[in-house]
Protein backbone atom coordinates (compact mmCIF):
# COMPACT_ATOMS: atom_id res chain seq x y z
CA UNK A 1 0.00 0.00 0.00
CA UNK A 2 1.49 3.44 -0.70
CA UNK A 3 0.29 6.10 1.49
CA UNK A 4 0.01 10.11 0.77
CA UNK A 5 -0.14 12.67 3.86
CA UNK A 6 -1.50 16.14 3.78
CA UNK A 7 -2.95 19.14 5.39
CA UNK A 8 -0.15 20.17 7.22
CA UNK A 9 0.50 23.63 7.44
CA UNK A 10 1.92 26.92 9.87
CA UNK A 11 -1.12 27.76 12.43
CA UNK A 12 -1.20 29.78 15.94
CA UNK A 13 -0.78 28.37 19.01
CA UNK A 14 -4.32 27.29 20.14
CA UNK A 15 -5.51 26.95 16.06
CA UNK A 16 -6.28 23.42 14.63
CA UNK A 17 -5.64 21.64 11.58
CA UNK A 18 -6.78 18.61 10.02
CA UNK A 19 -4.02 15.52 8.32
CA UNK A 20 -5.59 13.44 5.91
CA UNK A 21 -3.13 10.00 5.09
CA UNK A 22 -4.69 8.83 1.25
CA UNK A 23 -3.56 5.11 0.55
CA UNK A 24 -3.88 3.09 -2.33
CA UNK A 25 -4.41 -0.30 -2.59
CA UNK A 26 -8.28 -2.59 -2.06
CA UNK A 27 -7.23 -3.87 1.24
CA UNK A 28 -7.09 -0.55 3.17
CA UNK A 29 -9.51 -2.17 5.54
CA UNK A 30 -7.24 -4.61 6.55
CA UNK A 31 -4.51 -2.22 7.62
CA UNK A 32 -4.14 -0.86 11.17
CA UNK A 33 -3.07 2.71 10.87
CA UNK A 34 -1.23 5.11 13.04
CA UNK A 35 0.22 8.46 12.45
CA UNK A 36 3.56 9.96 14.12
CA UNK A 37 5.69 12.62 14.47
CA UNK A 38 9.36 14.02 14.09
CA UNK A 39 10.18 17.01 15.42
CA UNK A 40 13.62 18.82 14.40
CA UNK A 41 16.40 16.82 16.28
CA UNK A 42 14.35 14.14 18.18
CA UNK A 43 13.48 11.01 17.91
CA UNK A 44 10.14 10.24 15.91
CA UNK A 45 7.42 9.24 18.73
CA UNK A 46 3.94 7.57 18.38
CA UNK A 47 0.81 10.07 18.37
CA UNK A 48 -2.29 8.46 17.68
CA UNK A 49 -3.26 5.18 16.00
CA UNK A 50 -6.81 3.10 14.97
CA UNK A 51 -7.93 -0.57 14.45
CA UNK A 52 -8.99 -1.68 10.64
CA UNK A 53 -12.44 -1.06 11.66
CA UNK A 54 -11.99 2.15 13.09
CA UNK A 55 -13.48 0.90 16.18
CA UNK A 56 -10.58 1.11 18.63
CA UNK A 57 -8.55 4.53 18.90
CA UNK A 58 -5.04 5.00 21.00
CA UNK A 59 -3.58 8.20 21.49
CA UNK A 60 -0.26 9.24 23.29
CA UNK A 61 -0.68 11.13 26.23
CA UNK A 62 0.56 14.45 24.94
CA UNK A 63 -2.05 14.45 22.08
CA UNK A 64 -4.81 12.70 23.90
CA UNK A 65 -7.90 15.07 24.73
CA UNK A 66 -6.80 17.73 22.09
CA UNK A 67 -5.88 15.09 18.84
CA UNK A 68 -8.85 12.81 17.20
CA UNK A 69 -8.08 9.94 15.29
CA UNK A 70 -10.40 8.52 12.44
CA UNK A 71 -10.56 6.60 9.04
CA UNK A 72 -13.04 6.55 6.13
CA UNK A 73 -12.21 2.72 4.55
CA UNK A 74 -14.52 3.94 1.88
CA UNK A 75 -12.60 6.77 0.94
CA UNK A 76 -9.00 4.98 1.77
CA UNK A 77 -8.33 7.28 3.82
CA UNK A 78 -7.17 8.35 7.82
CA UNK A 79 -7.50 11.64 9.43
CA UNK A 80 -5.49 13.57 12.38
CA UNK A 81 -7.81 16.34 13.57
CA UNK A 82 -5.72 18.35 15.83
CA UNK A 83 -7.04 21.14 18.14
CA UNK A 84 -5.76 23.57 20.84
CA UNK A 85 -2.21 22.78 19.30
CA UNK A 86 1.14 23.81 20.80
CA UNK A 87 4.62 25.08 19.85
CA UNK A 88 5.81 21.50 20.88
CA UNK A 89 3.50 19.59 18.16
CA UNK A 90 5.53 21.51 16.05
CA UNK A 91 6.69 18.28 13.89
CA UNK A 92 6.72 16.24 10.54
CA UNK A 93 4.16 14.25 10.74
CA UNK A 94 3.82 11.01 9.38
CA UNK A 95 1.36 8.13 8.83
CA UNK A 96 1.81 4.75 8.67
CA UNK A 97 0.07 1.44 7.67
CA UNK A 98 0.37 -2.14 9.68
CA UNK A 99 -0.86 -5.19 8.03
CA UNK A 100 -3.34 -7.28 10.21
CA UNK A 101 -4.15 -10.53 9.18
CA UNK A 102 -6.45 -11.15 12.87
CA UNK A 103 -8.39 -9.15 15.09
CA UNK A 104 -9.30 -5.31 15.04
CA UNK A 105 -5.91 -4.30 17.08
CA UNK A 106 -4.68 -0.67 17.18
CA UNK A 107 -0.92 -0.64 16.68
CA UNK A 108 1.64 1.30 18.53
CA UNK A 109 4.98 0.31 18.00
CA UNK A 110 6.71 1.89 15.22
CA UNK A 111 8.83 -1.41 14.17
CA UNK A 112 5.58 -3.13 13.57
CA UNK A 113 4.11 -0.91 10.77
CA UNK A 114 4.67 -2.17 7.01
CA UNK A 115 4.51 1.19 4.95
CA UNK A 116 5.40 4.48 5.58
CA UNK A 117 4.01 8.23 4.41
CA UNK A 118 6.37 10.58 3.17
CA UNK A 119 5.66 12.89 5.89
CA UNK A 120 3.43 16.56 6.75
CA UNK A 121 4.82 19.36 8.20
CA UNK A 122 2.64 21.25 11.06
CA UNK A 123 4.55 24.28 12.53
CA UNK A 124 2.28 25.80 15.42
CA UNK A 125 4.09 29.17 16.51
CA UNK A 126 3.89 30.99 20.05
Known amino acids: VQLQASGGGLVQAGGSLRLSCAAS????????MGWFRQAPGKEREFVAAISWSGGSTYYADSTKGRFIISRDNAKNTMYLQMNSLKPEDTALYYC????????????????????WGQGTLVTVSS
Open 96 to 115: AAAWIADGDIVVVRSKTYNY
Open 25 to 32: GRTFSRYA
